[in-house]
């Protein structure tokens, strides 16, 4: 059984007062088993509204269309019944922010507790065992402790880690972690990278990672796909994507983390209500043509990557790439 995630013509708009947010906007892409995936961009490319449709797990004034399937099974107009089967089980999401994701007046205990009651209908009193044993397996020296904890009497690396340890607290064979290194220092975004190489190494678990942080994608993904408003710019092989960025978002990108020329995009991205005509990058790209301004670009291949830029159309006679 194929047990990827392929997404079609993947549309989520949500209505709201100021005009249609169109925030995943035509998504083609396949999240292929046994690997980890990075999906990178700015804030408001519409990465975590992807990562949410996987799950149905959208507000209800998301207007949705397209296709997400996994194991043969179309997710996106899945009824609430089986789909509440699969989250958890068999795909886990750890959301953004610890500090919001826990229930401040429930234990770490009881969070996944709920789980072996809800999903495997294990007995009250035996879902403790289980879940000191699911932290006992996330390196907890005190799992007892923890158990008995409040996500806010926990450091920013153990709650990351305890939200860690309940994504995985029912085995799935797919996570969709959403930027789990976000506000972390150094020394815990690493343990963090340690605990995701372990989900794939030792566990064989697949892994959506949504997230900012570009040395922690090219430490830890095998493929990355990068999203600029609500569209997938380009995407391929870790190596290939940042040892030869195709697409002049994503050399921008790059150019601007810290260990490399820390050079910010000029402009700002676009506003998804509002969306620029042509290709979206055009009103940021140094490489703007006139077709740019008018028409939106197609995604071409090039040496392994598919982009999206006019650049890499051999029909037009532009010098390839950047
Ligand atoms: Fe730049 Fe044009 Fe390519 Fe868009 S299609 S990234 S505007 S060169």
Redesign the pocket.
């Given at each position: 059984m194929n047990v990827d995630i392929r997404i079609s013509d993947l549309m989520i708009h949500f209505y709201t007062k100021e005009g249609m947010v169109r925030a995943v906007d035509g998504v083609d892409l396949v999240f292929n088993n046994g690997k980890i995936t990075g999906i990178v961009g700015e804030t408001g490319s519409g990465k975590s509204v992807l990562g949410l449709s996987i799950l149905n797990l959208l507000a209800s004034n998301a207007k949705k269309s397209g296709s997400i399937f996994y194991k043969d099974e179309e997710l996106l107009s899945m009824d609430e019944e089986r789909i509440q089967n699969i989250r958890g089980k068999e795909i886990s999401i750890i959301p953004q922010n610890p500090s919001t994701a826990f229930n401040p007046i429930l234990k770490i205990g009881e969070h996944i507790n709920e789980l072996f009651y809800y999903h495997e209908k294990v007995k009250k009193k035996s879902c403790k065992e289980k879940t000191l044993d699911v932290l006992r397996k996330f390196s907890f020296l005190s799992p007892g402790r923890i158990y008995n904890s409040y996500s806010f009497q926990l450091s920013g690396g153990m709650s990351q880690r305890a939200l860690t340890a309940m994504g995985m607290a029912l085995n799935p064979k797919w996570i969709i972690a959403d930027e789990p290194t976000k506000g972390l220092d150094a020394i815990i975004r690493n343990q963090v990278y340690k605990v995701f190489k372990g989900l794939k190494e030792d566990k064989g678990v697949s892994i959506i990672l949504i997230t900012h942080d570009l040395m922690l994608a090219r430490k830890l993904c095998d493929e990355i796909v990068v999203m600029y408003g609500g569209k997938v710019?380009e995407q391929g092989d870790k190596e290939e994507i940042f040892s030869s960025p195709k697409?002049?978002?994503t050399r921008g990108l790059i150019d601007a983390q810290p260990n490399r020329k820390l050079i910010a995009i000029e402009g700002m991205a676009p506003n998804l209500t509002n969306l620029p005509n042509?290709?979206?990058?055009?009103t940021r790209?140094?490489?703007?043509?006139e077709?740019?301004?008018v028409s939106e670009?197609d995604m071409y291949s090039s040496e392994g990557s598919k982009v999206?830029?006019?650049?890499y159309d051999k029909s037009r006679g532009f010098e390839e790439g950047i």
């Open positions: 710019l697409h002049p978002y042509g290709c979206r990058f055009h790209c140094k490489y703007v043509k077709i740019c301004r670009p999206r830029c006019f650049l």
